[in-house]
């Protein structure tokens, strides 16, 4: 088979490791960087040229037209152009999750955070807020803002930048990030972007030794977001999972047995024939 890894960085570890494992398996393999100027979304490739599969790991404009010229000329894209564009948007990640019935914070939006300056109180339960670029990206914003001095703090620097103003959960200081790949589920626990308790590192649950009910809501968001390599943040409220962030085809360190799994699903079943009609 024919795999194409859609990146920027083909030095990432996971990426490595399967690249590897394909290469090894006489598989070929290559890397193609969406932004690189070197292949263009209007014309990707000829239907000959196409890959068996293409693995979406970049999230820019330009990869995600990319990924969608690919599918209209009948490749497997893995994750979907439309899946992957949605979890970059996390208005829509909360809509999707209320419509669905997952437990995450309750979330509104604003198309600029200066509009959190001017009426009613911008979240509905005071503060302490959390507040988040709408449109996921490399250093976004991410930051808890705990009272009306922060909030004009933090709105001289993003003062027009699309937002969601999400409820504060209160939390250990820790994300438990459940990383899943073909429903197969990897963990790994990181300190949170903000209220991270000191001490640096603590040592990952194995699977076995989560609540099923975590591993289950892990499994039943990628069902509800058409997703096969994602990953969910969660924070534990009063023992009850919540879900605070949701990423397609995260960069997934640590956990053994992932590159393998990523691999088994680049193989696992050909490409289908043209789909140009359904894009």
């Not at 990707?44 to 969608?68: I, N, Q, S, W």
């Not at 004009?152 to 103003?165: A, F, G, H, I, Q």
Request: hydrophobic share 40%.
């Amino acid at each position: 088979m024919k795999v194409c890894l859609l990146t920027d960085k083909p030095d990432h570890p996971l990426l490595a490791a399967v690249s590897a494992a394909l290469v090894e398996a006489e598989h070929q393999v290559t890397f193609s960087d969406p932004d690189s100027g070197t292949v263009s979304p209007s014309q990707p490739v000829t239907p000959d040229e196409l890959a068996d599969v293409y693995l979406l790991k970049a999230h820019t404009p330009r990869a995600l037209a990319l990924a969608r010229s690919l599918e209209a000329l009948g490749a497997r894209v893995v994750n979907s152009a439309a899946a992957t564009e949605l979890c970059q948007d996390r208005s829509r990640i909360a809509a999707e999750a209320e419509d669905a019935r997952l437990p995450m914070p309750r979330t509104r939006t604003l198309d600029a955070l200066s509009e959190a300056l001017r009426g009613a109180e911008p979240a509905e339960n005071g503060y302490p807020l959390m507040v988040k670029s709408r449109h996921s990206r490399r250093a976004d914003l991410v930051a808890r803002v705990d009272g009306p001095d922060g909030l004009r703090d933090l709105v001289s620097k993003w003062s027009d930048e699309p937002v969601v103003l999400q409820e504060f959960v209160a939390n250990s200081g820790w994300d438990h990030k459940l990383w899943v790949i073909a429903g197969e589920v990897f963990t790994g626990v990181r300190p949170a972007p903000v209220g991270a308790p000191p001490g640096g590192a603590r040592p990952a649950p194995l699977v076995r030794e989560l609540p099923q009910d975590w591993t289950r809501l892990a499994l039943r968001t990628g069902e509800v977001f058409g997703l096969d390599v994602y990953g969910v943040d969660l924070l534990d409220r009063e023992g009850a999972p919540v879900v605070v962030d949701i990423n397609a085809f995260p960069g997934i360190r640590g956990p053994k047995g992932a590159p393998e799994a990523l691999a088994a699903l680049a193989l696992r079943r050909p490409r289908p024939g043209p789909r140009a009609q359904e894009i």
